[in-house]
């Protein structure tokens, strides 16, 4: 399973984007798919995730901004992104978990620039 991230960019504190990711694979045959992030010297960080059944969970800073979705006819996921701040700054990153948890696919990255 390979994954595609893209749709980052540079945007106002306030402004919004829509990150997407394509998988060559089946998506609805993963556990679950989610999103995280890695800003400048910190560690990666988990965003927010959707189950198989579309149980979703979220970073509690993010709550109320960003909403992860997935598209099963695509085999593509999304996080919208919504009253971006600065410190949403990072390289946001996809990842795929195997139904039995056993194997995990990452994409390669995206960058998020919030300015102040």
């Known amino acids: 399973v390979q994954l595609q991230a893209s749709g980052g960019g540079l945007v106002q504190a306030g402004g919004s984007l829509r990150l997407s990711c394509a998988s060559s694979g089946n998506i609805f045959s993963m556990n679950h798919v989610g999103w995280y992030r890695q800003a400048p010297g910190k560690q990666r960080e988990f965003v927010a995730t959707i189950t198989r059944g579309g149980a979703t969970n979220h970073l509690d800073s993010v709550k109320g901004r960003f909403t992860i979705s997935r598209d099963n006819a695509k085999n593509t996921m999304y996080l919208q992104m919504n009253s971006l701040k600065p410190e949403d700054t990072a390289v946001y990153y996809c990842?795929?978990?195997?139904?039995?948890?056993?194997?995990?696919?990452w994409g390669q990255g995206t960058q998020v620039t919030v300015s102040s």
């Open positions: 990842k795929a978990v195997t139904l039995n948890l056993s194997r995990e696919y």
